[in-house]
C-alpha cells in the first residue's frame, strides 16, 4: 500500500536585491551560525511514495533511477576502506546502468541523524534539509578540471558527462528522514534553480538552490533499504531538452514516522560519468 505523505520542504528565498546568493562554509566565530544571505521559504508540499511503480522513474526522464543491488561493503565506518572496496563496486554498478565508459569517484558523505547537534558540521553529517541540487554547469566543469589531468580533461569535456550521486541506507532501513526527489519534468529550469556561491577558506563552489514552485512533483521510496539505492542526476552536459538535467532532492522528516524509529544513516557518493 502506497505511503503518501505531506511534509514542510525548505525552499531557497533569495534576497530581494537581486544579489548573488552565498553560503559562506565557515560558520561565525561569535554565533556559531552559517554566514550567508538567503533565508529557508517553507511549503508543506506532498511526497509521493513510488514503491511499486519506482521503474516509472529514470535518470533521462525524471532524473533519478532507483534500483536493488546488495554492497559488498557493508561496514561504512573507515573512509579508506570505504574508497578501497565501495568505490571500485559503486563504479561497475554506475556502469551498468548508464552504459558510461568511465567513472570517477570524487567524495563521498556518510550522514548520521543525530538531534540537537549541529546540522552539518563537517566530520558529522547529517541529512540535508534544504531543496538543493550539488552542482550547477559552472561547477561541473570545475570539477572535471580539479579531478582529472590537464591532458585528459579537455577531451572528455567534448562528450557526453554527467554527475551523477549513489545514495543507499546504511545499516537499517531509512524510515526517519527519507530521502525526497523532485521529477525534472516538473521543474522550471529557468526560474526555479538559483546559483548559491560556496565560500570556502580556500576556494569557492557553486550549488542550486531550489525557489519554490507549486507545480514541483515529489517522490519518495517508502523504508528503503541498504539493498536498494537510488541515482541521482546533478548534471547533464545534454542540456537540448531531450533529457533531465537534474534533480532536486531533500531529506525530509515524514510525520508518519513511528516512534523509536532507528534514525537515518545513508552514504552518497558522488560521481563524474562519462560517456564515449
Not at 121 to 148: E, G, M, N, Y
Not at 241 to 269: K, Y
Request: net charge negative.
Amino acid at each position: 500500500m502506497a505511503s503518501d505523505t505531506t511534509s514542510t520542504l525548505n525552499y531557497y528565498l533569495p534576497p530581494s536585491d537581486g544579489s548573488r546568493i552565498y553560503h559562506n562554509i565557515n560558520a561565525d566565530s561569535v554565533t556559531g551560525k552559517l554566514i550567508r544571505n538567503w533565508v529557508e521559504d517553507q511549503h508543506d508540499m506532498h511526497i509521493e511514495d513510488v514503491r511499486g511503480k519506482e521503474g516509472l522513474y529514470k535518470l533521462d526522464n525524471a532524473g533519478f533511477q532507483y534500483g536493488r543491488e546488495a554492497a559488498k561493503h557493508t561496514s561504512f565506518l573507515n573512509d579508506s576502506e570505504i574508497e578501497r572496496e565501495y568505490y571500485p563496486e559503486s563504479i561497475d554498478l554506475i556502469k551498468r546502468v548508464t552504459g558510461a565508459s568511465n567513472i570517477v569517484i570524487f567524495d563521498h558523505t556518510i550522514r548520521r541523524r543525530r538531534p540537537g547537534e549541529p546540522a552539518d558540521s563537517p566530520h558529522r553529517r547529517q541529512p540535508v534539509a534544504i531543496v538543493h541540487v550539488d552542482q550547477t554547469t559552472k561547477s561541473s566543469i570545475a570539477r572535471v578540471h580539479r579531478h582529472l589531468p590537464p591532458t585528459e580533461a579537455p577531451s572528455l569535456l567534448r562528450k557526453r558527462f554527467q554527475i551523477i550521486n549513489l545514495w543507499r541506507p546504511i545499516s537499517h532501513a531509512a524510515v526517519d528522514w527519507p530521502l525526497a526527489l523532485c521529477d525534472f519534468r516538473s521543474v522550471d529550469v529557468k526560474n526555479d534553480l538559483l546559483p548559491v556561491a560556496l565560500i570556502y577558506p580556500d576556494r569557492e563552489g557553486e550549488t542550486f538552490g531550489i525557489k519554490y514552485n507549486p507545480n514541483h512533483r515529489w517522490k519518495y521510496m517508502t523504508a528503503m533499504i541498504p539493498e536498494e539505492f537510488v541515482l541521482i542526476k546533478c548534471f547533464d552536459s545534454v542540456q537540448d531538452g531531450s533529457v533531465a538535467r537534474l534533480a532536486p532532492h531533500t531529506g525530509f522528516q515524514d510525520p508518519n514516522t513511528p516512534a523509536g524509529t532507528p534514525l537515518r544513516e545513508s552514504i552518497e557518493l558522488r560521481a563524474l560519468v562519462f560517456y564515449d
